[in-house]
């Protein structure tokens, strides 16, 4: 989604008006029958993917089978929240309000994060991902081409993240952009979710901007055995990712890139690394 707006540039000493576009940044809220769960800004489109992909990956649901159903709407409690998605669930994937509330409403662009999520993911005995995928240096310095070239609101804005979904050959199968890189996550998830494709055992997920702790949380909960970005991970988000043996990648670009988890899931073809 673009707004268009009147900027002013200065370019060598010249000043000029001129049409821009900007990428659009509005609330969320997503609630669970009439009780709210949380509220995250993100770029408006795919929102039911987004809604379904973080109720899975912030362990709400275990499957597709307990949304009854998402639906779109509008709050009329608070005309400033502006979006709305409401899900009914079964009775026993239900959350606790009492104990949820502090965990969700911290909901932003950066995600949720802190002590309280950490020891959340890792109460819920994760599985590790498959580890038998494999996939070639080769074919993962020529994903991020594919990201960039994908990207139909950043070519007009460069103001979002993007997250893709690859298969074991390479070819793109979903893409997704926000501006926030773990929604842009979830709705990749959240695709998945509604299309009754989980677990991820056999792709690789790409994303823009840094691997954040968020961003491999969600990607083991939907079983994901690669996650590569284009730039650093963070401390936790390596630490994460060895403890349950996901392949993490980062500063994929040109022809270089660092493994900082699971070289095992990368096959050499010719020679192997010193």
């Given at each position: 989604m673009l707004n268009l707006t009147k900027v002013s540039e200065w370019d060598d000493g010249h000043l000029h008006r001129k049409d821009d576009y900007l990428a659009a940044e509005e609330p969320l809220e997503i609630r669970v029958g009439t009780e709210p769960l949380s509220?995250?800004?993100?770029?408006?489109?795919?929102?039911i993917e987004l809604a379904a992909g973080f109720l899975f990956t912030?362990?709400?649901?275990?499957?597709?089978?307990?949304?009854?159903?998402?639906?779109?709407?509008?709050?009329?409690?608070?005309?400033?929240?502006?979006?709305?998605?409401?899900?009914?669930?079964?009775?026993e994937a239900v959350p606790d309000f009492a104990s949820m509330q502090r965990h969700f409403f911290a909901a932003s662009s950066c995600g949720i994060c802190g002590k309280a999520s950490i020891d959340s993911v890792r109460s819920r005995l994760l599985k590790a991902p498959n580890p038998d995928f494999r996939c070639t240096p080769e074919l993962l310095?020529?994903?991020?081409?594919?990201?960039?070239?994908?990207?139909d609101v950043f070519q007009r804005t460069g103001g979002l993240h993007a997250a893709a979904l690859f298969d074991s050959t390479g070819a793109l199968q979903v893409l997704r952009e926000d501006i926030g890189r773990h929604n842009a996550v979830d709705k990749v998830i959240g695709w998945a979710l509604l299309g009754g494709r989980l677990p991820l055992a056999n792709f690789v997920l790409l994303v823009s901007g840094r691997g954040g702790f968020e961003i491999v949380q969600k990607a083991i909960v939907a079983g994901l055995p690669v996650v590569a970005s284009v730039s650093a991970p963070s401390g936790l988000?390596?630490?994460?990712?060895?403890?349950?043996?996901?392949?993490?990648?980062?500063?994929?670009?040109?022809?270089?890139?660092?493994?900082?988890?699971?070289?095992?899931?990368?096959?050499?073809?010719?020679?192997?690394?010193?």
């Open positions: 509220v995250t800004m993100r770029t408006p489109g795919h929102d912030e362990g709400i649901i275990r499957s597709a089978d307990q949304i009854i159903s998402l639906q779109p709407g509008v709050s009329d409690d608070n005309s400033s929240v502006g979006n709305l998605v409401q899900a009914e669930l079964v009775p310095v020529k994903l991020p081409d594919v990201l960039r070239s994908s990207q988000a390596v630490q994460l990712a060895r403890e349950l043996r996901l392949t993490l990648i980062g500063f994929l670009r040109g022809r270089r890139f660092v493994i900082y988890s699971g070289e095992e899931r990368i096959a050499q073809s010719k020679h192997h690394a010193e």
